[in-house]
């Protein structure tokens, strides 16, 4: 006998076709410190992953910056200062993992609506990027 959650009725699909990768506009990482908002989250979406693309080459210098959102700073990045020296351009860092020193790997719920930010706490020599946001607009199927 199938197994329901698996294959026949492609369960794993609803949320797959409804998450939906996201550019988000492009932030100068020399531009003044401070918080950049750069993607909206509507109301009752799912973040389930933040990427950071590179569009300009990054020479890190003593970079610090932050990803989160309007309740937590770093909820998604805390910390990333490039240390590893420049950051070639259309490099995509995993924000999910051990490449960066901290963050919430498995996304978070909106019930309301938010923006997710970029917080420079100090700028970088050069570079530019743009977030890559994993976003479900709806709620996946639900099981009884």
Excluded at 7 to 16: L, P
Excluded at 28 to 44: E, N
Excluded at 108 to 125: E, L, P, Q
């Amino acid at each position: 006998m199938a197994n329901p959650m698996y294959g026949q009725n492609k369960f794993d699909d609803k949320i797959a076709s409804n998450a939906k990768w996201r550019l988000s506009n492009e932030l100068d990482l020399t531009s003044t410190a401070g918080v950049y908002p750069v993607c909206t989250v509507p109301a009752g979406s799912y973040v389930l992953g933040v990427k950071i693309l590179v569009t300009s080459a990054i020479t890190a210098g003593s970079m610090d910056i932050d990803v989160g959102d309007g309740d937590n700073a770093d909820m998604f990045v805390d910390g990333w200062d490039g240390t590893a020296g420049s950051v070639a351009v259309n490099t995509i860092i995993d924000a999910s993992g051990s490449a960066l020193e901290a963050g919430v790997a498995s996304g978070k719920y909106y019930a309301s609506s938010d923006t997710i930010d970029v917080d420079i706490n100090t700028v970088a020599g050069a570079g530019k990027i743009k977030l890559l946001v994993l976003l479900a607009e709806s709620a996946p199927v639900t099981l009884s």
